[in-house]
Antibody
């Protein structure tokens, strides 16, 4: 079955760091760019970050630039999102998704994971 | 980067057609045909229903169609069905800042 499975969410204190993982199965993820999108429950979608198929190019939303790092390990079919010193406004459900292409050009995310919840609180 | 502007809610009766607008600027959908639409049911992940303005992924109903004129993209749902009741989001490539993509504010569709 073709799917994405996120993990690593949970409660994090302000100033700590947290790494989310997105494991792909049923397809070769190294041929696709990948992205993370977050959503505060009951609110809209916010694009967070993306990485191209090789991992050489990364992109970030203005709101998270300098605080979040995206990376991938194609040998493990896994994409990561590291939240450094998260703030209260970084809380939400984090979805990973697959782009239809290997490059980060069109926002066509054709496969999504179920999401992992991040709570930021002391 | 400001979100693309969508109406908060749109409603229609079964069988009717409705259209959801998505307004941006010349830095995003006004100058690029990289516009997608997503459907999200409560508690579920979003689902891609339109990409590159008017293309439907395999398996998506032909009742969903997309278009664009100037700085506004539109999603039309024809023959509205109860299962279409969901939230809908547009998304576009952007060059207004260093970030790559931006989502719309979202539209709640109600089937009366």
């Amino acid at each position: 079955e073709v799917q994405l499975l996120e993990s690593g969410g949970g409660l994090v204190q302000p100033g700590e760091s947290l790494t989310l993982s997105c494991a792909a199965s049923g397809f070769i993820s190294s041929s696709s760019a990948m992205t993370w999108v977050r959503q505060v429950p009951g609110r809209g979608l916010e694009w967070v970050s993306a990485i191209n198929d090789s991992g050489a190019k990364t992109y970030y939303a203005d709101s998270v630039k300098g605080r979040i790092t995206i990376s991938r390990d194609n040998s493990k079919n896994t994409v990561y999102l590291r939240l450094n010193s998260p703030r209260a406004e970084d809380a939400g459900i984090y979805f990973c998704a697959k782009l239809t292409r290997g490059t980060v050009v069109t926002p066509a995310f054709d496969l999504w994971g179920q999401g992992t919840l991040v709570t930021v609180s002391s | 980067q400001s979100a693309l502007t969508q109406p908060a809610s749109v409603s229609g009766s079964p069988g009717q057609s409705i259209t959801i607008s998505c307004t941006g600027t010349s830095s995003d959908l006004g100058n690029y045909d990289y516009v997608s639409w997503y459907q999200q049911h409560p508690g579920k992940a979003p689902k891609l229903i339109i990409f590159d303005v008017s293309n439907r992924p395999f398996g998506v109903s032909k009742r969903f169609s997309g278009s664009k004129s100037g700085n506004t993209a539109s999603l039309t749902i024809s023959g509205l069905q109860a299962e279409d009741e969901a939230d809908y989001y547009c998304s576009s490539y952007t060059t207004s800042t260093t970030q790559r993509f931006v989502f719309g504010t979202g539209t709640e569709v109600t089937v009366l």
